[in-house]
């Protein structure tokens, strides 16, 4: 018995689906080294085929799949741009603003859900930064935020359960703004935070709730929250949606630019000189 001769049509089928996934590839790759961001217009299908010397067809199907994805919008006859990202959240060492009026003031409508509320222990790095002993109790709640009902990060919040006597997760439930329920209730006043973002792949856990494959490189921001007495009163740790989410420095932070300059010549110089035998 002869073998079945492989069906064309998968075969044009995957070829396809190889040629339009390039095509999306080169596009990222392009929108990357242009620097190009929300609001910016993609060059048209014609330039893009022209550019990438593959059909108007394939770039237009890719494109399609990209605005199906939300990476990209189509605005009639303007032609196909970056949407603008759910979330801008600043960066400011003078205040820490909540999540929820970030996005109310983009127009959407802010929401999150709770998914992990828990008593513990702080460990060696928890106790360090909110300057606890090791071992004293800590409050640690997870939550997936959302604007206009799509997630754009998940964030872990750790708090010194002395200052947060009698908080249970149905306080959390529907609660949009952590914040303003520790305002409210505690009294407490926020003064400043400090904050490391950096790019790291995201936990499977985290992928999963902001719908991105597994180890899909994410914006990682790390944070500690401070009260008028400069007392750290947060842990915050959060993934964000690369493609939702972007950060930005505040032109009226405040804060005074300082520039370093080490002479490294110098330094190693000095350095050779202590290490090399009497």
Request: proline share 6%; charged share 25%.
């Amino acid at each position: 018995m002869l073998p079945h001769a492989p069906d064309p049509s998968h075969t044009n089928g995957r070829i396809r689906g190889a040629v339009e996934k390039r095509a999306e590839d080169l596009l990222r790759r392009l929108i990357s080294e242009l620097g190009m961001s929300s609001g910016d217009r993609i060059p048209s299908e014609r330039v893009l085929a022209e550019r990438f010397d593959i059909s108007r067809m394939t770039v237009r199907k890719a494109i399609q799949h990209m605005v199906d994805e939300g990476q990209l919008e189509r605005r009639g006859t303007a032609g196909t741009y970056i949407p603008d990202l759910a979330v801008v959240r600043p960066l400011s060492k003078r205040f820490s603003t909540a999540i929820s009026e970030v996005v109310g003031r983009r127009g959407k409508q802010p929401g999150a859900r709770l998914l992990f509320f828990e008593q513990a222990r702080a460990d060696a790095n928890v106790a360090r930064r909110l300057h606890l002993e090791e071992g004293e109790p800590v409050i640690m709640i997870k939550r997936l935020r959302l604007s206009d009902a799509k997630p754009f990060c998940v964030e872990t919040s750790y708090l010194p359960s002395e200052m947060v006597p009698g908080l249970v997760a149905a306080d959390l439930i529907n609660a949009p703004s952590l914040y303003a329920l520790l305002r409210d209730r505690y009294g407490m006043t926020f003064g400043k935070s400090d904050f490391h973002v950096s790019v790291a792949p995201a936990p499977e856990t985290e992928a999963d709730l902001l719908e991105l494959p597994v180890s899909e490189a994410c914006l990682l921001m790390r944070s500690v929250v401070y009260d008028v007495s400069d007392r750290p009163v947060e842990i915050l740790i959060s993934w964000n949606h690369p493609d939702r989410v972007a950060f930005e420095s505040l032109q009226a932070d405040g804060n005074s630019l300082e520039s370093v300059y080490t002479d490294w010549t110098t330094v190693n110089r000095s350095a050779e000189t202590a290490s090399s035998p009497k």
